[in-house]
Every structure is written in structure tokens, then in C-alpha cells.
């Protein structure tokens, strides 16, 4: 593997000016991103080894003229918005030869993490979105899980007397993914069939019930939340096409965009200027989100 991964990461520097690569802190990063890369896919090949879920697609895209076709939501009857993007891996688990449930799986480099509170308030769409529209065009599969993987370099703080192997367990740990998982026991063991709880952020008690704070949703919790999040992009949609571009960023906590946003000098937001102020998001618990969707749905 590490020879792999050696020649695919020098087949990338290949791509650069000779100038570039020469460097001495080039070369400092790409041995950094060469052992990133090996790590992760050490960790992800872990994962696949623990669990029963398959490979079953890299790189999906919708619409650009392969894959599936564009992800497609109707405002109303006369205006539709077509969505591209691309699922980076999708797993199914095989449960018999009637049962099937998909697990959508998005690589990310930074620190986001899936939060069922910023999915209620749309500023978490893409995994649900794909889950949705993944399971529109297979109708035999169940949803399983949504996560994101983050590809980092983990380190693990030494202590005297550690093992190499009680090391890289704590590096796997740092590899645990962060998602929604379906409340059912079989499919949470084909994720991770020794419960290792380093794999998804589930875990069981020595009962074998799951313990309290897991990420989970039940099968109709999933439906709600797709339909959620269908609504979402419509509400988006209809106020791009009306044409409201006014600057009203969201806070969330101490959480906004504003913080590592590049277009400051051009939106000049500024809460000291008149009618310039943040669209400042209530802090739900889970138990609370929950009972707001269901709530929606009852309103239709």
C-alpha cells in the first residue's frame, strides 16, 4: 500500500512547474501529504474489514453529462432547480436478497462534523440531499447511514511505556466518522461488527441496546429529514429567483459564516451600520429538532 500511495502521490506532483517541486517546503509537503493519504486509507480499509457494507460506487456524479442526471427539485409546477454534484463512495450492505440499505460517504480535508441542528437549519445539506436523491433512482435500498470521513494527519500524545499498537488505535479513533446512523442493531453491527466504537458514533452496552447520545434516526426520522431537506432547497431556490441577495448571515452560538469569509470587503456586512444585523438561529436540543420536523409534517 504505501508504495501505491507513493506513486499516486508523485504522479500528482508531476502536474507542477519543476520550480515548485524542487522546493524545499514542497517537498516538506508532499511527504505530508503522502502519509495523510496513507493513514486514511489505512483507516478507511479498517472500517470496510470491520463491517459488512460494500463499495458499490466512487465519484458518483449527478448531471455534467454522466453518471445520474442532475438532482432535480420543483419550486412549483413551472419552475425546477437542477443541483450537480458528486457522492465521493457509496456502500450498500447486502442483508438478504430482499433487503438492502446504502451508506453515503463524503471525504472532507477540514473539521466539519454532522450536526442535526444545522440540518434543520439548511446550512447542512449535501449528505441528506445525496441520501435523498441516491435512493429516488434505487428504489430497493433502505437508508443506512450518512458520514463525513476526515482525512487529517492524527497525532497521538506519547506516553512511556505505549505500544505501537495502543498508538494506532488511538490514531483509528481520530478516524471515527461523523454521521447518522439507522436505529436498527443489524445494520449498526455491519458498520462495526466487534463494536469497536472508533468506527461510527454509535455504541452498544453490554445488553447490546444502544447507548444514550448516539447518532441515530429510525427509518421514518430519515424520510423526515430528506423531505426536510427537499423543502430547504426549495425555500433557497424561490428566494434566489426573487432575487433576495440582501446580507443576513445566520448565527448559530458563537458559530457564523463571517468568521473565514473572502467577500467581507464586498458584502461590508457590519452590525454597527443600520439594518445590518445576523439572522441569529435558536439552539435546539436533538429531542427538540426531532419534534419540530414531525411537526412540520403535520402542518402539511
Known amino acids: 500500500m504505501k508504495t501505491a500511495v507513493r506513486k499516486a502521490t508523485e504522479t500528482a506532483m508531476q502536474q507542477l512547474k519543476r520550480m515548485q517541486r524542487d522546493s524545499g517546503r514542497f517537498k516538506f509537503t508532499a511527504a505530508k501529504v503522502e502519509k495523510m493519504a496513507g493513514r486514511a486509507i489505512k483507516a478507511l480499509t479498517t472500517h470496510l474489514k470491520n463491517g459488512e457494507f460494500q463499495p458499490v460506487g466512487y465519484e458518483i456524479n449527478f448531471g455534467d453529462g454522466k453518471g445520474f442526471p442532475p438532482i432535480q427539485v420543483d419550486i412549483d409546477a413551472e419552475r425546477k432547480i437542477f443541483i450537480t454534484g458528486q457522492i465521493d463512495r457509496v456502500d450498500v450492505y447486502y442483508k438478504d436478497s430482499e433487503t438492502s440499505y ?23 445539506l449535501q449528505l441528506l440531499l445525496y441520501l435523498d436523491a441516491y435512493l429516488k433512482l434505487n428504489h430497493a435500498y433502505e437508508p443506512g447511514g450518512v458520514f463525513y470521513f476526515h482525512i487529517n494527519n492524527p497525532y497521538v500524545t506519547y506516553k512511556v511505556g505505549m ?9 483509528m479513533k481520530q478516524f471515527k466518522l461523523s454521521g447518522l446512523v439507522l436505529e436498527q442493531l443489524d445494520v449498526i453491527k455491519a458498520l462495526d461488527k466487534e463494536n469497536t466504537g472508533s468506527i461510527i458514533p454509535v455504541s452498544l452496552n453490554k445488553d447490546g441496546s444502544i447507548k444514550k447520545g448516539s447518532s441515530i434516526a429510525t427509518t421514518d426520522q430519515f424520510e423526515l429529514l430528506e423531505n426536510h431537506i427537499i423543502d430547504a432547497v426549495k425555500d433557497l431556490g424561490t428566494q434566489i ?11 448559530l452560538g458563537e458559530k457564523n459564516p463571517c468568521q473565514y469569509c473572502n467577500y467581507s470587503t464586498i458584502c461590508q456586512f457590519n452590525e454597527s451600520q443600520p439594518d445590518n444585523y445576523f439572522d441569529k438561529l435558536e439552539n435546539l436540543s436533538k429531542e427538540e429538532v426531532w419534534q419540530r420536523i414531525e411537526r412540520e409534517k403535520e402542518g402539511k
Do not use: H, M, R, W
Open 241 to 251: 429567483l426573487e432575487g433576495k441577495v440582501s446580507a443576513k448571515p445566520f448565527k
Open 163 to 171: 505500544e505501537e499498537e495502543e498508538i494506532e488505535k488511538g490514531q
Open 102 to 124: 446504502v451508506k453515503i460517504l463524503d471525504y472532507k480535508t477540514g473539521n466539519k462534523n454532522f450536526n442535526l441542528l444545522e440540518v434543520y437549519y439548511g446550512l447542512q
